[in-house]
């Protein structure tokens, strides 16, 4: 018994990560959703109630709106008054001051001497300047008339106090002037720079007071506008849920999950989380298993698509505990466009479905943001094609926007009833997720580092001709290159018309025969002298040397960091099939000796893919058609046939999902294509 299990758990290890895969992805899912209970009812402003009477099952408070709460908010921030403050000290520090500065500056007059009296004249001015008050202006005083009243502290003492009884510095400064008219010109002179040095602010705006009084009164504002009573009908069955109706609903939806729900146990709740993110995660299962079986085997890939699906449950949740935020800022539009990237549009819009019904069921307003984001998904998925054009992005980008705005406003105007009345916020939150949704690009360049993924972009990279390892094979085997390049046209072609990643194909087939470089004048195509090396060689060295240039083309390729899925048609395009020639020459010069055929097949594997798969067909074909004596449309036509039909007949194929369907049109496409490359023109009747 304990060794049947152990081999089924040898054999079965990949299957039971997988499962263990999805089953940590629902239990962390499960700790973000809300531990509290869902108010069962589903409605909406303006729309009929379509459920049974609804009675309440216990008294709670009528919450007031968010806007109701703003206005009396900013009636608190209108009607506080400002709170000023007496600094007692600061007149007695500036008269003794003055005093000593006066006797200081009358050491210098020739008699050396200030009367007393007009030291205490100027020093009691100073006083009655400084008992009326000089205020120091600030922001909080801009625009103010005369008559702005605020609240001026005092020692303990507060009481309501005019803008305009106080003096501003000039003010007290011209006061001043005006109360020494009565001395002579030099005796003006001699104290005004003094006075001037010796009036300053003593009274000053008190924000801590101010901003104390302001929260205080802010807390008191009550959260609530009236009680309805355990028992009270709230709504009857057909009535339209107008805004007091929605107001008491909300109420009791928001008191009802605050509390977890009448009498709820919470490891119900978890319970009831952990069945349905299951059933969530199991659909996205199934569907991989049944219509994406290459996803589903590859726990990588799953890996990555789980992940995707949980930062965006995370993200959600994070900023969903955030009341000044909306929900609408997380870019979602961004998870079909990277999964887009890396996978098909069926994958990405299922992956994004799943992803979005989760979110939809701890989020405000569940149908609402299910529509939307539903409907920007499958915007992005449609209009990002491919990122092989950077505007490609940005034009994605304004689509999902526009999609937004319309799909928002649409269900606005159906459930207000009102233009006027749509919350134009939402708008700019909607702009804020477009903008975020532009970081794909870096996003997509990070997981193609983690988890060893293509991009179209990087694609696009490493097929241009000018990079180092192309340009190594043109400079070294130019006769490959050429051959690579008829074999890339042939391909994508070909993929073009059945369906198929079109750039991961022509960029392998341009890579697939790199291994050629170490010895190019052992194949044919770059042999422009007329000698052949393997006249000297015996057929076995010689088919050796030709098929280990699939082994030199897989070391050259991990050594420039090609990525894996290009590699596949290097590993792949020769399959299991036989060095022929070599073959059937070994076979005739010893008919004696019993051939070991491994040492003239190559060691595969067989393609796995269609595109490795067209490859494998092109690759033949176009090799071979360069040796036709004659070219016309029987002899390319007969050439086709034989190749393609002879690698069905080994088996070159079973692994792959290509049909006899696409067999016949790729023929088609190799015999016009080929016809067009040696200019064959249709023989007309006589």
Known sequence: MFNKLATYFRNSHETLQRILLFAISAFIIVLLLPAEGKFKYEYQKGKPWKHDNLVAPYSFPINKTAEELDAEVQTVKTNTKLYFRTDSLVAAAKIAEFRKAAEEKGKEKKDGKVPEKDIQHCAEILETIYAKGIIRLGEELENKDAEFVFQLVDGNESRDAKFGEFYTIQAAYNQAQEKLKGMSEREKDFFAD???????????????????????????????????????????KGDIVDYDKFQKLESLRANYETKGGVNSKFYLIYLGHSIMIGLSLMVLYLFLVLFRKQIAIDNLKVSFLLLIVLLMVFAARMINNVSTLSIYIVPFALLPVIVRTFFDTRVALFTHLVTTLIIGYFVPNGYQFVYLQLMAGIVSIFSFVNMQKRVQLFLSAGLIFITYCTAYFAMSVVQEGNITTIDTMYFAWFGISVLLTLFAYPLIFIFEKIFGFVSEATLLELSNTNGKLLRELATKAPGTFQHSLQVANLTESALFQIGGNVLLARTGALYHDIGKMDAPSYFIENQVSGINPHDELEFDESAHIIINHVLKGIEKAKKANIPDSVIDFIRTHHGTTMVQYFYRNYLKNYPEEEVDKKLFTYPGPIPFSKETAVLMMADSVEAASRSLKSYTSETIEKLVDDIIN?????NQFVNTDITFRDITQIKKIFKKKLANIYHVRIEYPK
């Open 194 to 236: 003094l006075l001037a040095n010796a009036i300053t602010h003593n009274i000053f705006y008190d924000q801590e007071t101010t901003s104390k009084i302001m929260e205080d009164e802010m807390n008191a504002i009550s959260r609530d506008r009236g009680m309805v009573e355990e028992g009270v009908r709230i709504i009857d």
């Open 646 to 650: 002879h690698q069905v007949a080994e």
